[in-house]
């Protein structure tokens, strides 16, 4: 099983709203990642867990919060957003980040819309 | 972290080779060459990686000038399915891949 399953595939918010993207992978990787994605731009990396710990937060909004609660699974909790937050969020894995050389392998991505 | 610089779109005929360029003038001695494309509705996906010597898979070859200053990705024979976004990435410390702006890659029948 070489997957990463995303869920939702879309969601739609309110600014007032608290939901959660969740992301899952069983390849027994160890570091995971979330990445935003803009229309007709690259993705953007958010935050990366290595051992189910937060390794890297690349100065995001404390709107956006991470959680890993165990090493197959990454959610990202959402609250208060704003409609510039509406993007494709994408999860990702690899088997671990440490001296990286390997190969991430990515989600399908849940589009995020805020009303 | 450094970055990387790539032509925004490119057009190939189908079963014609297509080299895609890419410069990183800042890259340093242990950053490796990362690439993935994004195919329309779908996440990036890996396409190959290497440090300082050549590389070959199944999908495409990778060609790093000595000074590792630019390299360029080789799609032997292009076909309509690899009509997708290419992006260049150079690996930072702890994991990081920052990805650059990408090459749209355009492939006619």
């Known amino acids: 099983d070489t997957e990463v399953t995303q869920t939702p595939k879309h969601l739609v918010m309110g600014m007032t709203n608290k939901k959660s993207l969740k992301c899952e992978q069983h390849m027994g990787h160890r570091a995971m990642y979330w990445y935003k994605q803009k229309a007709k731009k690259p993705p953007e990396l958010m935050f990366v867990y290595s051992y189910e710990k937060l390794s890297i937060n690349e100065s995001v909004p404390s709107r956006f919060s991470p959680e890993c609660p165990n090493s197959s699974l990454l959610n990202l909790h959402l609250h208060a957003l704003q409609p510039e937050d509406s993007a494709l969020y994408l999860c990702a894995s690899s088997q671990s980040n440490m001296g990286f050389t390997g190969e991430l392998f990515f989600g399908e991505g849940s589009r995020l819309t805020v009303l | 972290d450094a970055k990387t610089t790539q032509p925004n779109s490119m057009e190939s005929n189908e079963e014609e080779p297509v080299h895609l360029p890419c410069n990183h003038s800042t890259i340093s001695g242990t950053d490796y060459i990362h690439w993935y494309r994004q195919l329309p509705s779908q996440g990036p996906e890996y396409v190959i990686h290497g440090l300082t010597s050549n590389v070959n898979n199944r999908m495409a070859s990778l060609a790093i000038a000595e000074d590792r200053k630019s390299s360029t990705l080789i799609l032997h024979r292009a076909t309509l399915r690899d009509a997708a976004v290419y992006y260049c990435?150079?690996?930072?410390?702890?994991?990081?891949?920052?990805f650059g702006q990408g090459t749209e890659l355009s492939v006619k029948p």
């Open positions: 990435i150079l690996s930072a410390p702890g994991g990081k891949l920052i």
